[in-house]
Nanobody
Framework: QVQLVESGGGLVQAGGSLSLSCAAS????????MAWYRQAPGKQRELVAA??????????YGDAVKGRFTISRDSTAKNTVYLHMNNLKPEDTAVYYC?????????????WGQGTQVTVSS
């Protein structure tokens, strides 16, 4: 059974930084894409960032986080991805979910993690 395990969430002040990590465990196939989504209370889930893994990784970011967040993969650990978040704002407060897909796609949806809470105080 494949599990995606997120870590790194927490409480941070506005303007601060936080990094999330996601690693697959169990009998995971090699994913060709991974992503971070988030869902705030009362709002729909939205794409934060996605990466299509390859020799020249392709990335996509949600408009709200462009220029502040960076998604990256671990070049040595299979199926591991990070989200580096800078200049955090209170509106970034949400549960952040890691997702993975066997297809090279920005619509990453095959597997999901349980989520990690990120809270940004003003």
């Amino acid at each position: 059974q494949v599990q995606l395990v997120e870590s790194g969430g927490g409480l941070v002040q506005a303007g601060g930084s936080l990094s999330l990590s996601c690693a697959a465990s169990g009998s995971a196939p090699s994913f060709n894409s991974m992503a971070w989504y988030r869902q705030a209370p009362g709002k729909q889930r939205e794409l934060v960032a996605a990466i299509i893994i390859g020799k020249l990784p392709l990335t996509k970011y949600g408009d709200a986080v462009k220029g502040r967040f960076t998604i990256s993969r671990d070049s040595t650990a299979k199926n591991t991805v990070y989200l580096h978040m800078n200049n955090l704002k209170p509106e970034d407060t949400a549960v952040y979910y890691c997702a993975a897909d066997q297809q090279p796609t920005f619509a990453v949806a095959d597997y999901w993690g349980q989520g990690t809470q990120v809270t940004v105080s003003s």
